[in-house]
């Protein structure tokens, strides 16, 4: 079993800054691609940014320039660096890891609990 652990988030306003950062732990070998999703109430969960394991990103069109995505393989850790917030950025965060639980094992996906992020003046 993995475990994925949360924090950050809050209240900030816009313009501002927050930094999201997610811990693996438990039965792990390897970690394949990481990643970051929010969801707001009644919409489906969005992809918002993904690392793989070689260090290559990926972000959602809207937060390109404010949004970055990064990974300690060693820690098994990986952060969202959010600048230049706006309200539209409000939303549940997730983080997303795809493990492997030992040698030649398919990668599973888990999920952290959610942190909520809301841009507001």
């Known amino acids: 079993q993995v475990l994925l652990v949360e924090s950050g988030g809050g209240l900030v306003q816009p313009g501002g800054s927050l930094r999201l950062s997610c811990a693996a732990s438990?039965?792990?070998?390897?970690?394949?691609?990481v990643g970051w999703y929010r969801q707001v109430p009644g919409k489906q969960r969005d992809l918002v940014a993904t690392?793989?394991?070689?260090?290559?990103?990926t972000y959602l069109d809207s937060v390109k320039g404010r949004f970055t995505i990064s990974r300690d393989n060693a820690k098994n850790t990986h952060d969202l660096q959010m600048n230049s917030l706006e309200p539209e950025d409000t939303a549940v965060y997730y983080c997303?890891?795809?493990?492997?639980?030992?040698?030649?094992?398919?990668?599973?996906?888990?999920w952290g609990q959610g942190t909520q992020v809301t841009v507001s003046s």
């Open positions: 690392i793989n394991s070689a260090g290559r990103p």
């Open positions: 438990g039965s792990i070998f390897s970690i394949d691609v």
């Open positions: 997303h890891a795809a493990v492997r639980s030992g040698r030649g094992m398919s990668s599973r996906n888990y």
